[in-house]
């Protein structure tokens, strides 16, 4: 693979901090990156760039590290525009319509999937998505979950088992025997396609007694821990995500004291973050509050304690049918008490963090040359320009797209 040097960036988010200015953004000027076999080679001063087969010239612009959507429900089959419509003249959200996707998931043909996610994939990665976790959860039946998750795997390695995101309605009056469903077969049936398993821990979906079981049964066979929780209420779901050893708990809008003690006492000292890292981090999914029309989480409390915080999209037809990362930074900033700078950093490495990895969501040398280059000259213009497509180009795996 010829080698390619990205030169005359006018400022270059590396996310390694104590590296330039700006904090945990790790700035540097007049930088470039050399990228070699799907990994940056270099970075360093465009004034000492080493010799290159090809060259893209950033004209003075910000480039980043691709953005990292650890949430997202991408398979799924038709829409619900009226219910969104309907929420907007005051109804408010329950989260029962996962039912009505689930019932036009089962009916779609592998072929209908395969082509929604492919659609919402590439759509992200226009938007600077170069790495989106995938969750099932609108099948609910063995072959549905197994199914959801194969298509999954086509396109992303973070692929996540959430056949406990609602009880379908066929076992309404028996969750008792879907927990049962869900530990047992559709768990070894997901099991191949499958990282990561989760659970929607709320009122109206599974209690602290049936995830703890089915979280449990998925660390058996091998896969870690994400848990929705504390989305519609406050309730167990972040203090348990703590306890099982959850690499993040999503959502996080109503919490009390002890469910952010319980996040930042996981906190351990690390070489790559300033003040170090939780365990456990807290993934803010704005797009849903938006969608819904409903408070937004606190993340300057969150941060003031000492919590790692990622920043997703929750792309799903439902309650956030958005895949753009800048729009969740936008309102991370405008709606939630977080820097320019935090809620780039939480949309790029909290993401890498909230999946467990360390070659991603940064810019040095070893790690996925996945970046971008923006219409902008500053990381600040994602949040201070929303709603404007700011990013130009996109190298996934070092590949220009
Ligand atoms: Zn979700």
Same mark, same amino acid.
């Given at each position: ?9 006018? /400022? ?84 029962? &319509? ?12 592998? &072929? ?24 099932? +959860?609108? &099948? ?43 530990? +047992? ?19 109206? *979906?599974?209690?602290?007694?049936? *995830? ?30 703590? /306890? ?34 939780? =365990? ?61 700078? /935090?809620?780039?950093?939480?949309? =790029? ?53």
């Amino acid at each position: 693979m010829p080698s390619l040097l990205v030169d005359d960036i006018g /400022e270059l988010v590396t996310n390694v901090a104590g590296r330039g200015e700006g904090g945990p953004l790790g700035i540097r000027r007049r930088a470039a990156v050399l990228v070699e076999d799907g990994e940056v080679a270099w970075v360093g001063p465009a004034a000492d760039a080493p010799p290159a087969d090809r060259r893209i010239d950033a004209a003075g612009a910000a480039v980043l590290p691709g953005f990292v959507d650890s949430h997202a429900h991408l398979v799924f089959a038709g829409d619900r525009a009226a219910e969104f419509a309907a929420r907007m003249t005051g109804e408010p959200y329950t989260g029962g &319509g996962i039912r009505t996707t689930v019932g036009a998931t089962r009916a779609a043909s592998d &072929g209908e999937l395969r082509a929604t996610v492919r659609r919402l994939r590439a759509e992200a990665l226009r938007q600077g998505t170069t790495t989106i976790e995938i969750k099932s +959860g609108y &099948g609910l039946t063995v072959a549905d979950e197994a199914r959801s998750l194969r298509i999954a795997a086509e396109v992303t390695g973070e692929t996540t088992f959430l056949g406990a995101h609602v009880v379908p309605a066929e076992y309404a009056d028996r969750p008792d025997e879907y927990v049962s469903l869900v530990c +047992g077969p559709m768990l070894a049936a997901a099991r191949p396609y499958a990282r990561w398993i989760d659970v929607f821990c709320e009122r109206g *979906a599974f209690d602290a007694d049936h *995830a703890r079981a089915i979280l449990t049964c998925g660390q058996a066979v091998g896969l870690d821990v994400r848990v929705h929780a504390n989305q519609l209420g406050h309730g167990p779901g972040v203090r348990l995500g703590v /306890e099982l050893g959850a690499a993040s708990v999503d959502h996080c809008t109503h919490l009390t004291d002890a469910d952010v003690d319980a996040l930042a006492s996981t906190r351990f000292d690390c070489m790559c973050h300033e003040g170090g890292h939780t =365990t456990t981090v807290a993934t803010l999914l704005p797009g849903a509050e938006f969608s819904t029309r409903s408070p937004y989480p606190d993340a300057r409390r969150l941060l003031d304690a000492g919590v790692t915080v990622a920043l997703a999209t929750d792309c799903n037809p439902g309650s956030s049918y958005t895949s753009s990362m800048p729009f969740c930074i936008a309102l991370a900033v405008r709606e939630m008490g977080m820097t320019p700078a /935090e809620a780039v950093w939480a949309a =790029t490495a909290g993401g890498a963090r909230a999946l467990r990895r360390d070659d991603i969501g940064v810019l040095r040398p070893g790690a996925r040359a996945d970046l971008i280059i923006l219409d902008a000259p500053s990381h600040l213009h994602l949040a201070y320009r929303p709603g404007v497509p700011l990013v130009r180009q996109v190298l996934h795996n070092g590949v220009p797209r």
